[in-house]
């Protein structure tokens, strides 16, 4: 999701040129970049994160100005299943890339996704960027390790190599695995079969207490870019001077890794009864714990599945991006209430 989100941004905004990175998979799932491929100033290449032989050639072949490392086994409940790739993917896949970096490239500036899963007890709120880093998820714990690595690897070797938090982000684009795209897919299918007068198939969920602060994938992308681009200069060069030195350490350190998210937060359950809203349904809440069930009417259409239960939940998320919102002048364009708005009807044109 956030990769052609990206490249759509830089794409439109800046004269780069953008290599997509891809696994190499027998059936590619192209959706979300089929729109890009016709552009002359985007390629695509394969490479594996896993692989640091690929990813030593990826960087010293291209020597890239900007690395933008979206690859992830991003999905929490999966990270129990296969704790094991997922520490592979996302913290020594993170170090594959600095590594790269460090030996082939050193003036590339490397962004590390982080995720509000860093912080997985709530000491204070909002969630700022001093928060305490705790893990409730293998995923977790491999992210928090990337931080750790891209940290050392900046004040080792002067990177420019930052690690900012995005807190749950979402789009159209989003994977029907990750709870907001499973409901307004779900919504609109739910829809479809009311209106064709079918007893509709509910959707079943998990835990629909937890809150979670969620945001428009691509307000975040200009946010990462704006921190990819932080004003390092020293006042005695001039920026093209600058740009054919190696960053000194004094530039390096006042590198800020910024907090991405909404400042509101919202549980699953809100999630759920605006998204029915926006499609044109009020639902009404029944039963308790795993009984709980939504309906339209005499329908039901939300149940509690156990099975999207997790070992340990992280129950309350909620961010603020105050500083980077000071400090650099980002600005979220779309609200909570749009986001699903436009995800649900999205799907809802899709189906229909
Ligand atoms: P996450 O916050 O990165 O794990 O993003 P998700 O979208 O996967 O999950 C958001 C929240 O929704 C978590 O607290 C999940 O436990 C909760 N949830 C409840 N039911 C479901 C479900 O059916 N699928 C997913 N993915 N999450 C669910």
Known sequence: ?????????????????????????????????AHLIKNPRFKIISADITDPVSINRLVQEHKPEYFFNFCAQSH???????????FEVNAMGVLYCLEAIRLYCPQCRFYSAGTSEQFSEPIYLPMDELHQQSSKSPYGSSKIAASHLVNTYRKSYNLYAIHGILFNH???RRAESFLPR??????ARISKEITGGEVPVPISVGNIHAKRDWSYAPDFCRGIWLMMNQELYREDLKAEEYQQESYSKEAICKLREYVLASGSTHSVKDLISLA??????????????LNEKAFVGN???????????RPADVIYLHGTSEKIERELGWKAQVGFEELVRRMVKHDLKKIN
């Open 76 to 86: 929490v409940a999966e990270s129990w299943i296969a704790p094991v790739m997922t």
């Open 1 to 33: 999701m956030d990769g052609p989100h990206m490249a759509d941004l830089l794409l439109e905004t800046t004269d780069l040129d953008i290599i997509g990175v891809l696994r190499r998979q027998s059936n590619p799932n192209t959706v979300n970049y």
């Open 276 to 289: 029915f809203s926006a499609a044109g349904h009020e639902i009404a809440w029944q039963g308790e714990e």
């Open 299 to 309: 329908n039901c259409v939300v149940e509690i599945n156990k099975e999207f239960y």
């Open 170 to 172: 979402e789009s159209e």
């Open 182 to 187: 499973k409901i307004s897919i779900g919504v």
